[in-house]
């Protein structure tokens, strides 16, 4: 290789470095945005990596991207420490950053007139040897709101890990040639982090137990034997992406002693917990109802009371009777212990508390607690709540709107032409369809609307603080992307279509209001489906 060439490679290594900066400063903006009320905590995070992007991109003479890495400093220079983000400034930022994102698009993109998309924070890496159905299934993935990549040989794989680590991998077995050169490739990239990447493994033959247990300890979460469409990957890959955001548990405290609340709190949020202290044990009804835990952690000898008679009375309130309840005691008497988780406990802990301990024992009961209640309130095919608790959920974002004289809006949708799709490519196929739109709507949907799933082909949305017409607006987008996407069946490909009719909140019960989105819907369908339709039209 000669000096010319040698510089040209250092040139495009340097190149990489500044485009994964400039998405690190995508990914962290983008993260704050879906994060709102921590906006303050990212403050820091983003300043950092606005100014490193600078640095980079004047060393590595990038000039579009030190100018908008400069703007982009200047802008958030006016964001005082500790203060929230206002709307100019929310503005501000965000025009830099879609200066940002035009300098780091691809050159196949750059002369697209399309709106560019928004990405998850980090990317799913693709590294299959059949190259036509990579880019197909990268072109789903983007569909879905992923941000994918392919590569054709294990030192590219290596190399973009080394600078930017991906979510999830999808890994050929025999990627590179070799026989299992994919899974070797996989052991060299783990030792490289101290936390291991999830690995979708495919392989076209079936696998010997060697193989797949040599996959499984590299990180293999999945080994497809024989190969799977894309529809089931990107189930997968959705299952094991940090997009699948789990939400901090919240835990309520009492203790009567103020010292020791404080400190179960610093612990709690140092963990990254959503935290409430109570020291008076007869305020526990009112911080019940106002707080709704997850967790309840209980002194056991107050004045007044103790843990266990606490325990009865929250035990007799049916919404928090699976709720996991931990009593703390300097009691070490095995005996006493057991009679008290006996009484409506479900742990154990003395004190002095051990923090590691502590966080251990919630994490593992808030799992359990959050896998019980997903079983009674979620639909298994789709994951989205079920029909009773949408309704319930209807009930209660109705009586918010009330106190807060805000608008609600309910909304129906239902796939055109289902039976039709269940006879022609079967159930199986049928059933991937409705997941399909349920990660659809997830992902573009905010996280205070609610989706569930109504019964067979029918969706319900609630909408809080929305007009219908701003209700209308956002499902007639998802309805045009949602019918652009190709639904994989075997070697064929089709598209599907849903209806939705909509309806505003004007003071009627739950039932009401679904009767009047219903009958829109109904009116949807009479106009030829495809459609979204308000009830006052």
């Not at 203060?83 to 025009?95: D, G, H, K, R, V």
């Not at 991937?432 to 990660?439: T, Y």
Request: glycine share 6%.
């Amino acid at each position: 290789m000669n000096d010319e060439n040698q510089k040209d490679k250092l040139r495009q290594h340097f190149a990489r470095r500044v485009t994964t900066q400039a998405r690190v400063v995508l990914d962290t903006w983008q993260k704050l945005r879906e994060n709102p009320d921590g906006a303050s905590a990212f403050r820091k995070d983003l300043t950092s990596a606005a100014e490193k992007l600078v640095r980079y991109a004047q060393r590595f003479e990038m000039e579009k991207h030190a100018r908008a890495g400069q703007d982009l400093a200047d802008t958030l220079s006016g964001w005082s420490e500790g203060s929230p983000l206002n709307a100019a400034l929310t503005e501000a930022i965000q025009s830099s950053m879609d200066d940002l994102g035009e300098s780091t698009q691809r050159r196949a993109d750059q002369d697209s007139s399309d709106t560019p998309r928004t990405f998850r924070r980090t990317p799913v890496y693709v590294a299959i040897s059949n190259m036509e159905m990579a880019t197909r299934l990268i072109k789903q993935l983007e569909f879905f709101g992923f941000r994918a990549s392919e590569f054709d040989t294990p030192s590219s794989l290596m190399d973009a890990c080394g600078l930017h680590k991906p979510e999830t991998i999808l890994m050929d077995v025999n990627f590179g040639g070799a026989p299992n050169e994919g899974i070797a490739t996989v052991e060299r990239l783990q030792e490289r982090h101290d936390t291991p990447i999830p690995i979708v493994f495919m392989s076209d033959e079936d696998g010997s137990i060697e193989t797949r247990l040599r996959a499984s300890r590299c990180g293999g979460e999945e080994f497809f034997y024989p190969a799977v469409d894309p529809g089931q990957l990107i189930e997968k890959i959705e299952t094991y992406t940090h997009g699948n955001t789990v939400e901090p548990y919240k835990v309520l405290v009492l203790d009567d002693s103020r010292a020791q609340a404080k400190f179960m709190e610093t612990v709690l949020k140092k963990a990254g917990m959503n935290a409430h202290i109570i020291t008076n044990p007869m305020e526990i009804i009112t911080a019940l109802e106002a707080f709704a835990p997850e967790i309840i952690i209980l002194d056991m000898y107050m004045p007044g009371c103790t843990g266990m008679e606490i325990a009865r009375v929250i035990r007799q309130q049916d919404r928090f009777h699976s709720v996991p309840i931990i009593y703390l005691s300097a009691e070490d008497d095995v005996t006493k212990q057991l009679h008290a988780m006996s009484q409506g406990g479900d742990d154990f802990l003395t004190k002095p508390i051990d923090p590691k301990h502590l966080i251990a024992t919630i994490h593992n009961r808030g799992r359990r607690a959050r896998s019980l209640l997903a079983l009674m309130i979620r639909d298994s095919l789709t994951g989205l709540y079920n029909h009773t608790h949408t309704l319930y959920l209807l009930d209660q974002e109705i009586v918010k709107a009330r106190q807060k004289g805000h608008p609600l809006c309910f909304a129906m949708l239902d796939i055109d032409y289902f039976k039709k799709v269940n006879d022609t490519f079967g159930h199986p196929i049928g059933d991937r369809v409705l997941r399909s739109l349920s990660m659809f709507l997830k992902q573009r949907l905010r996280k205070s609307d609610h989706i569930g799933r109504y019964g067979g082909e029918e969706f319900a949305i609630i909408f809080p603080e929305t007009t219908e017409s701003d209700a209308r607006s956002v499902l007639n987008e998802i309805r045009e992307r949602f019918s652009q996407l190709l639904q994989p069946a075997g070697d064929r490909e089709f598209n599907v279509t849903f209806s939705s009719g909509v309806a505003t909140w004007k003071g009627d019960n739950s039932q009401v209001l679904c009767e009047r989105a219903d009958r829109a819907l109904y009116v949807a369908k009479e106009k030829g489906r495809n459609c979204v339709i308000g009830a006052e039209d």
